[in-house]
């Protein structure tokens, strides 16, 4: 009998630290998924240009005054 | 119980050997990658960053990228000269050309990266030649180089085919760079080829800064015009500001600071229309400068034949041999890899995607 109570205290010390890992690893997935769906949403949505999006459009209008044609180097 | 509990552990082992292989993120690629534009720099690990987001070609070994760069030198020859003339660099090069001033600039600009590289050249060769070095081969691509020069000082910006012209000669002169290139490298020794590099690195004449003053007067000019696009998008009056940019009061950056400003007071609406407007007119010249490249594709071979005997009429008028013979050979070259084309044995090899990941 005694021994029937020390196998199951070993199985479930092993349940335990089951519990536990199981429990870091979905914590992690949970807390890492919203992250990238928040990042997908706010390029998907894109109602509203934010101040970069309008940066790089006045940016592309304009030549850089020192812009030149690469045709690669003689040596 | 311990059948219970057996299970549930097996379960709990289960979910929790795939939580971990979702938890594990996909995108975490590293690839190995080489410059086109510099292909005898080494094969470079890239992991997943925005560097690696510009690459066109990806990698998934060391040995993949050094056998294709080693091909991409080889094929960087006179047989390769029929290769796609239009790269990406080109085409976006293209799409300012829509507007005023955008021709005449571009080809100002390919005019006086031809000059640079002539200067550079001929430097290159008086230092050979005073090393001793037989060096006509080298002075027949610079001699070729001259003609290309003339036949962009000849080129009309206002003309319907300024494009092609450029994409034509802008892909010619690029030809001319690297057979130079390959040519010296194989007179020279990596030591005496990087004392000669260095030497010559920042080669400059008054020609050449006065074609840089022409150049910036002239993107000056585009972007004014561009200052009053945008304001024509934004609905305000123009301000001083734009003389201030003209007489060189201010610089781009601060007349790019003022336009964001202006934009900022702005409702998020009239924002985002904006935005919109700006977008709009920047997908226009993306198909601009795609219909543009795909005309100029059409019938390149032909123009580029007929360039050649161009120069070759030249060359006889000139009366040097070395540049006769060379265009010669090639013209003959061109016209057997034509006739082969023909009969459908494609022997070339296109020598820029071999690589399995291309981006």
Redesign the interface.
């Known amino acids: 009998m005694e021994e029937m109570i020390d ?2 205290k070993k ?2 010390s ?2 335990i630290i ?2 536990i ?2 429990s870091t ?2 914590l ?2 949970t807390l ?1 998924e919203p992250i990238s769906k928040e990042d997908q949403q706010d390029f998907a949505l894109g ?3 934010t ?1 970069e ?3 790089n ?19 | 119980m311990r059948k219970m509990l057996s299970t549930i552990m097996m379960c709990m082992l289960m979910v929790s050997i795939s939580s971990l292989a979702i938890a594990d993120d996909p995108e975490e690629d590293c690839y190995w990658y080489f410059d086109e534009g510099n292909p005898e720099n080494e094969c470079e690990l890239y992991c997943n960053n925005s560097t690696f987001e510009n690459m066109s070609m990806a990698f998934n070994s060391s040995e993949e990228c050094e056998e294709c760069r080693l091909e991409f030198l080889d094929n960087q020859t006179e047989g390769n000269e029929t290769e796609d003339p239009v790269d990406n660099e080109t085409e976006k090069e293209i799409e300012k050309m829509k507007y005023s001033f955008g021709a005449e600039i571009r080809l100002l600009q390919l005019e006086k990266t031809i000059v640079k590289n002539l200067l550079k050249g001929e430097m290159a060769v008086s230092v050979l030649q005073g090393l001793g070095y037989n060096t006509t081969d080298l002075e027949a691509i610079l001699a070729e180089m001259h003609l290309v020069l003339e036949e962009v000082q000849a080129a009309d910006p206002q003309e319907n085919n300024s494009v092609e012209v450029f994409i034509d000669l802008k892909n010619d002169s690029k030809n001319l760079t690297t057979q130079f290139r390959t040519t010296i490298r194989e007179l020279l020794d990596g030591v005496k080829y990087k004392e000669i590099k260095e030497q010559i690195r920042n080669a400059t004449s008054d020609e050449l800064q006065n074609y840089s003053r022409r150049v910036r007067n002239l993107i000056k000019q585009f972007n004014v015009n561009q200052i009053y696009r945008l304001y024509g998008i934004i609905g305000n009056q123009t301000s001083t500001f734009v003389n201030d940019y003209l007489n060189g009061t201010v610089n781009l950056t601060q007349v790019k600071l003022q336009l964001m400003k202006i934009i900022n007071m702005k409702t998020k609406e009239k924002r985002n229309q904006i935005f919109s407007e700006m977008k709009k007119e920047k997908i226009q010249n993306k198909n601009y400068a795609y219909g543009k490249a795909g005309d100029a594709k059409g019938n390149f071979s032909e123009r580029h034949l007929e360039r050649l005997r161009n120069r070759l009429d030249k060359a006889n008028n000139s009366g040097n041999e070395k540049l006769i013979e060379k265009i010669q050979n090639r013209i003959k070259n061109y016209e057997n890899s034509s006739k082969d084309k023909g009969n459908g044995s494609n022997n070339g090899n296109n020598g820029n995607g071999k690589g399995k990941g291309k981006k």
Not at chain 1, 57 to 75: H, K, Q, R
């Open positions: 196998m199951d199985i479930l092993i349940f089951l519990v890992v199981v690893t979905v992690y997935v890492k109602e509203y240009p101040n999006d309008i940066s459009e006045i940016d592309d209008t304009f030549l850089p005054e020192n812009d030149e044609i690469d045709i690669g180097d003689m040596i």
